[in-house]
């Protein structure tokens, strides 16, 4: 089988290191595999690209950003030259490009998006038109199916495949840090309102009141450069320059979590959050938001779930997990494995159809 992914932007964000996963594991198991982008790869995806060319992923970016016909135009030619059987197309735009396209290739649609995409009008009704062009559409979570319904109506092939994590970049590692090394809290995500690194900080400061060394470290795309900047002047207001870094997305993940001692995401909304999923997998205890895509969850060992609105009671869950150990979990049917042969399932499906 010829598969091809197409993202928005090669970037280190969910829905890219996702088909990226994706991408790896499907070539390993026989198919040719491509990768492609409406956008140019960011500086930050690069060793990505490395990593998917190490494979035998073919990666096909744009070297420029282009108008509306001329992102349409570089899809037309990646397809006539990759020739695939089946496209997954991430994420509402890219859906929308590879469905606008006159090709029998069919298109599977990934609803990756942590809010609803469909509350804006020009959205709704676009993709009311394109809808029956897509051979198939998954939604991470349930909400995604729920949203789609409600506002576009229903659709023949509308399943939910959970996001998955490559457990193999993540085995659990349980070795005491150094006595030199200060507990580390950490937070992963875009730098954008929903979230809420703001509220992170705001219960760093009371956090930090009470353990003398302890540090606050932020990584993420930068989406919202005016919410960055908020974050930033924030850790300035509250004094702790020497104790919060703000930085950009980092490619190891895994060495993160293992340097870390807490993991912080207080969102207000997500999809099916593959930084959660990495945290999990690597056993470092979890303080998280109550919001639903967090609650099956709720029962894992070191896992706390709370109003990171109230910022007493945010503080108190981070106080708690950092006296917690890293812990074993077991996250069953959330793979990359399971997540794959789902995928696998889905694309023979729909190309048995066509056939």
């Not at 009671?313 to 997540?339: E, F």
Request: aromatic letters at 6%; hydrophobic letters at 45%.
């Amino acid at each position: 089988m010829r598969i091809l992914h197409l993202v928005l932007e090669p970037r280190l964000s969910g829905a890219e290191v996702l088909a990226k996963d994706l991408a790896i594991h499907q070539q390993r198991d026989g198919s040719v595999v491509g990768v492609t982008a409406l956008m140019p790869e960011r500086p930050d995806f690069a060793p990505f690209t490395r990593e998917l060319g190490s494979h035998g992923v073919e990666c096909v970016f744009p070297a420029k950003r282009s108008s509306l016909p001329g992102k349409l135009m570089h899809l037309a030619g990646v397809l006539r030259r990759f020739r695939p059987d089946v496209v997954f197309a991430h994420a509402t735009i890219p859906a929308f490009y590879a469905r606008a396209l006159p090709s029998k290739v069919p298109v599977i649609y990934v609803m990756h998006s942590a809010v609803n995409d469909f509350e804006r009008k020009l959205f709704r009704n676009v993709e009311r038109v394109l809808s029956s062009r897509a051979r198939a559409i998954i939604g991470v979570s349930p909400a995604n199916l729920r949203d789609y319904t409600d506002c576009v109506g229903s659709h023949p092939l509308l399943t939910m495949i959970p996001n998955g994590v490559d457990m193999s970049r993540f085995a659990f590692d349980d070795r005491p840090r150094t006595g030199d090394t200060p507990p580390q809290i950490v937070q992963i995500g875009r730098y954008t309102s929903v979230k809420n690194q703001l509220q992170t900080v705001h219960a760093f400061r009371e956090v930090a009141a009470q353990v003398t060394d302890v540090r606050l470290q932020l990584y993420g795309v930068v989406e919202d450069p005016a919410y960055l900047a908020a974050i930033q002047d924030l850790v300035k207001k509250l004094g702790l320059e020497g104790r919060v870094s703000v930085d950009g997305p980092h490619t190891d993940v895994s060495g993160v979590l293992r340097a870390s001692s807490v993991f912080a995401m207080p969102s207000r909304s997500e999809g099916h959050s593959i930084a959660f999923l990495e945290a999990l997998a690597s056993g470092i205890p979890v303080v998280a938001s109550t919001i639903a895509p967090f609650q099956f969850a709720k029962t894992l060992p070191c896992v706390q779930l709370v109003d990171t609105d109230d910022t007493a009671a945010y503080a108190a869950a981070l106080l708690g997990a950092l006296a917690q150990p890293k812990v074993q979990r077991s996250l069953a049917g959330l793979t990359l494995q399971d997540t794959a042969q789902r995928y696998l399932a889905l694309a023979q499906q729909v190309i048995g159809a066509r056939a």
